[in-house]
């Protein structure tokens, strides 16, 4: 049964769709913001990855189901070549602040606005900048946001721990107050998230120092491609979207490409075998809608340099659609 609705943004829904998958109620107010981020990764190429989205259909997709679809352009970010990347330990990271913190507040406008913000990355690094944005709207409300975090990595590095120094490895540390600093600080506090609302989903690639940094934040709600293999995508979801919004307004929903299986999304930023299939993705997706309790929503990681026909920012539109309400009847 779907949990109930607390007083937010998030309009009600009936269960029942029309044939073409729009809802009968009006649909929500939806901002897309961009933030074509790719200094927090080795391989190039997600900064192209919101124009990739666009270019998939997503406004008219959208509004086809019935939402209103604002499209707020790109969130400012500084080019590698004319940065000097700095610490070893955390590339770029001064420069990645800085697009998370005009991230952040572009976030908390939108929800200012009564609008829902949909995120395109990019690299996953900026999520330390849109879950930061969601977390002050509601932190302003006295009220707490819970945290899907769907990647078939932990990205629970700090740069103490942090085998390669890239960023997009470090937004849930920083979200969790783990560092780095200037990100796990934006709004000037830490942590944006208690750890029993954090949950993550689809793992199948985690370093040895990140096993020890989920045990230090007290995260105990990790869902690996093992628990979805034996127990099933519908069990998963529903035990991750109790955790998640257990005494909270409601959720930030991450959803990083990679954790897709290759063969459906090839174009992502680190590729990874062995994850979701197609309608293993779709599901999850659909359950986050019948739930209606999503707040916020963001799909990074879209690589279109070595993608193939642009199959991996399609697949991101449809999965957005998904979670937006979409049902095949």
Known sequence: MPLNREASNIPA???????????????????????????????????????AVRVAGLEARLEALGHHVADSGNIRVEIAETQAPGSKNAHYLKEIAGTCTRTAKAVLAALEAGTTPLLLGGDHSLAAGSVSGVAEFYRQQQKKIGLL?????????????????NVHGMPLAALLGLGPEPLATIFGYAPKVAAENVVLIGLRDVDPAERENLR??????????????????????????????????????????????????????????????????????????????MLSFEVVEVNPVIDEHNRTADLAVELACSAFGKKIL
């Not at 029309?18 to 107010?29: D, H, I, K, N, V």
């Open 216 to 293: 230090r934040a007290g995260i105990t709600e990790v869902y690996t491609m093992r628990d979805i293999d034996e127990r099933g995508m519908r069990a998963v979801m529903e035990e991750a979207l109790r955790a998640a919004g257990r005494g909270t307004a409601g959720y930030h929903v991450s959803l990083d490409m990679d954790w897709i299986d290759p063969v459906d999304a090839p174009g992502v930023g680190t590729p990874v075998r062995g994850g979701a299939t197609y309608r293993e993705a779709h599901l999850a997706m659909e359950i986050v809608a019948d739930h209606g309790r």
């Open 149 to 165: 975090w769907i990647d078939a990595h932990s990205d629970i590095n700090t740069p103490e721990s942090s085998p390669s120094g």
């Open 13 to 51: 829904r009936t269960a029942g769709q029309t044939s073409g998958g729009a809802p009968e109620l009006p649909g929500r107010r939806i901002r897309v913001i961009g933030v074509p981020l790719d200094l927090g990764a080795s391989r190039r190429g997600v900064d192209m990855g919101p124009s």
